[in-house]
Structures are given as structure tokens and as C-alpha cells.
T-cell receptor, first 111, second 114 residues
Framework: TQLLEQSPQFLSIQEGENLTVYCNSS?????LQWYRQEPGEGPVLLVT?????EVKKLKRLTFQFGDARKDSSLHITAAQPGDTGLYLC???????????FGQGTTLQVKP | KAGVTQTPRYLIKTRGQQVTLSCSPI?????VSWYQQTPGQGLQFLFE???????NKGNFPGRFSGRQFSNSRSEMNVSTLELGDSALYLC?????????????FGPGTRLTVT
């Protein structure tokens, strides 16, 4: 059983469309991170959310942490081909550098 | 500030051989973590080193080992390679202190075992 369940696993949309990716769990977390990974590269940290109900914006990307700190969502407005990639949510485990990742959502934005 | 660097970027080995991968963290970062990424299992934690000590270890066999040097650079070694070890191996660095779950990844080493 995955600690973090991401949905959908795959998403293929046209440029200009909006989309939402979800990261769910039955556990409570002190913080949650979102990463984006492009083919052949390592994940790049997009944002960290720490407070229940918190909303953070990064240009056209909006991140929300659930009130109960068990889930999070990533919303992209007017998607562009440059948004194509693998989106990963992750949480820390213990007081160390261990991150547990969701399985990821592969996003393809067609021009 | 320079990012995390990993060498080599690509590697092809045969079954039974061993391999050593290298990672140089961001300057000032004392924690280095290693992850294995495969299409089937996704990103899985291998181990973390902080100040030359292994602080956490994932569920991988003893064939996977690592170490960290006094300058925070890290190496991981895989002995007796198996076909299933083919993967992208990612190194990540962080300051190593709470709240330090934010990690900065290198580009990875693509290992192919034939």
C-alpha cells in the first residue's frame, strides 16, 4: 500500500486547458512537498506546504494543503507545453532526509 | 550557487560486476540522500548520510552501500549487479536540519545492467 496516492497517473491535455493533480493519504503530515521532473533529469522542488488549508501560488501553479494535512492538490491554469513532466508529491519520514514519494502524475501538454 | 552534481551520468555494466557512483552536494549542505527510480517502483529511498554517518537506510539488500566524506561528497556502491538494478540513481542534498525535508536533486546516473 502506497503511503501517498497520486491521481491521475497520466494526463494528456491541450495547451490552454486547466488541470488538477491530487495527492492523498490516510496519514497526517507536518509538511508536504511537490516536485517536477523532466525526462533524464532529477526532480526539482516546486513548493513546500506546512499549514493545514495553506494555499501557495507559483505563477500559474496553485498548491493547496488539506485542512487535516492528509492531502494536497496542484492546480495548473492555462497549461503550456513547458509544463510537461512528472509531478511528484513527497513527505518526510522521521527527523532525517528520507523522503517518501507518491507514484507521480505524468503530464503531457500538447501544443 | 552550483547545484548537485553526479558522475557519471550514464553507465553500462554487466551482471555480477560492481559499480560506484559519485555525488557532490550543494556547498554548505551536510546531508546527502540516495534514491533509486524505476518505472515500476517509482522513487525509493536508499540511504542518507549526514556528517559522514549513515542516518537512515531504506529496504534494499546489503549489496547497496554508501559513504560520505569529510567534504560532504558521497559515493554509493552496488556490488554483484543484477538486471533489476537498472535504474536512475538520484542523489539529493539538504542542510540536514529540521525542517529539512526539502531536498535538491542532481541529474542522476542512469545505470544499465546487461
Amino acid at each position: 500500500t502506497q503511503l501517498l496516492e497520486q491521481s491521475p497517473q497520466f494526463l494528456s491535455i491541450q495547451e490552454g486547458e486547466n488541470l488538477t493533480v491530487y495527492c492523498n493519504s490516510s496519514s497526517v503530515f507536518s509538511s508536504l512537498q511537490w516536485y517536477r521532473q523532466e525526462p533524464g533529469e532529477g526532480p526539482v522542488l516546486l513548493v513546500t506546504v506546512v499549514t493545514g488549508g495553506e494555499v501557495k501560488k507559483l505563477k500559474r501553479l496553485t498548491f493547496q494543503f488539506g485542512d487535516a494535512r492528509k492531502d494536497s492538490s496542484l492546480h495548473i491554469t492555462a497549461a503550456q507545453p513547458g509544463d510537461t513532466g512528472l509531478y511528484l508529491c513527497a513527505v518526510g519520514s522521521g527527523n532525517t532526509g528520507k523522503l517518501i514519494f507518491g507514484q507521480g502524475t505524468t503530464l503531457q501538454v500538447k501544443p | 550557487k552550483a547545484g548537485v552534481t553526479q558522475t557519471p551520468r550514464y553507465l553500462i555494466k554487466t551482471r555480477g560486476q560492481q559499480v560506484t557512483l559519485s555525488c557532490s552536494p550543494i556547498s554548505g549542505h551536510r546531508s546527502v540522500s540516495w534514491y533509486q527510480q524505476t518505472p515500476g517502483q517509482g522513487l525509493q529511498f536508499l540511504f542518507e548520510y549526514f556528517s559522514e554517518t549513515q542516518r537512515n537506510k531504506g529496504n534494499f539488500p546489503g549489496r547497496f552501500s554508501g559513504r560520505q566524506f569529510s567534504n560532504s561528497r558521497s559515493e554509493m556502491n552496488v556490488s554483484t549487479l543484477e538486471l533489476g538494478d537498472s535504474a536512475l540513481y538520484l542523489c539529493a542534498s539538504s542542510r540536514g536540519r529540521r525542517p529539512t525535508y526539502e531536498q535538491y536533486f542532481g541529474p542522476g546516473t542512469r545505470l544499465t545492467v546487461t
